[in-house]
């Protein structure tokens, strides 16, 4: 089956730049997905990366190494905004479904 | 506006009770999901489906069943036989764009009275 390791907590100061990395281990890989949670809210897709490298979409980056089964997601020019609960996902190993891992929650202090 | 709709926001069950969860899209998407998360944990997935008609089992189907008798509806029932439902319910779809994108309703916390 699919498993991903990520680590739970992250704190970070406004302004700085703080990186999530993310681990998997599947059977079948399609690419590697980013969603972002605020504390009772819906997740909300933020990147995916099929091909390695690194993709880059405004302050927030993502990267894939698919030889290290590794991926991360770049947070740049932290905001208290950013507060929020980060997932790494990777689809089944049909390809139907995304599975996720547990979340990292990063708080962001001023 | 396009988008996944849920009701309830909060739902109560009594014990030994069947509910019922709602989830509508008008993105027009072939799939459609259901999550579970607990606090402090990630998603778990319920049961998906790819098209009318057809669902398949998650990690953690036990105690849980859905239909999806049109594009726009995938309800899930919470049985009796799911012994700790107390939870918040995340339903998505995707459509035929990039493989890792779904997109979330606003969710369902279900408490047992």
């Known amino acids: 089956g699919q498993s991903l390791e990520q680590p739970s907590e992250v704190t970070a100061v406004e302004g700085a730049i703080v990186q999530i990395n993310c681990t998997y281990q599947t059977s079948g890989f399609y690419g590697l997905s980013w969603y972002q949670q605020h504390d009772g809210g819906a997740p909300t897709f933020l990147s995916y990366n099929g091909l390695d490298g690194l993709e880059e979409t405004g302050r927030f980056s993502s990267f894939l190494s698919r030889s290290d089964s590794y991926g991360y997601l770049l947070l740049q020019e932290l905001q208290m905004k950013d507060s929020a609960s980060y997932f790494c996902a990777v689809l089944n190993q049909a390809g139907t479904a995304l599975i996720f891992g547990k979340g990292t929650t990063l708080s962001v202090s001023s | ?113």
Not at chain 2, 24 to 33: F, W
């Open chain 2, 1 to 113: 506006d396009g988008g996944i709709t849920q009701s309830p926001k909060y739902l109560f069950r009594k014990e030994g009770q069947n509910v019922t969860l709602s989830c509508e899209q008008n993105l027009n998407h072939d799939a459609m999901y259901w999550y579970r998360q607990d606090p402090g944990q990630g998603l778990r997935l319920i049961y998906y489906s790819q098209i009318v008609n057809d669902f398949q089992k998650g990690d953690i189907a036990e105690g849980y069943s859905v239909s999806r008798e049109k594009k726009e509806s995938f309800p899930l029932t919470v049985t009796s036989a799911q012994k700790n439902p107390t939870a918040f319910y995340l339903c998505a779809s995707r459509g035929q764009g990039t493989p890792g994108t779904q997109y979330f309703g606003p969710g369902t916390r279900l408490l047992v009275l």
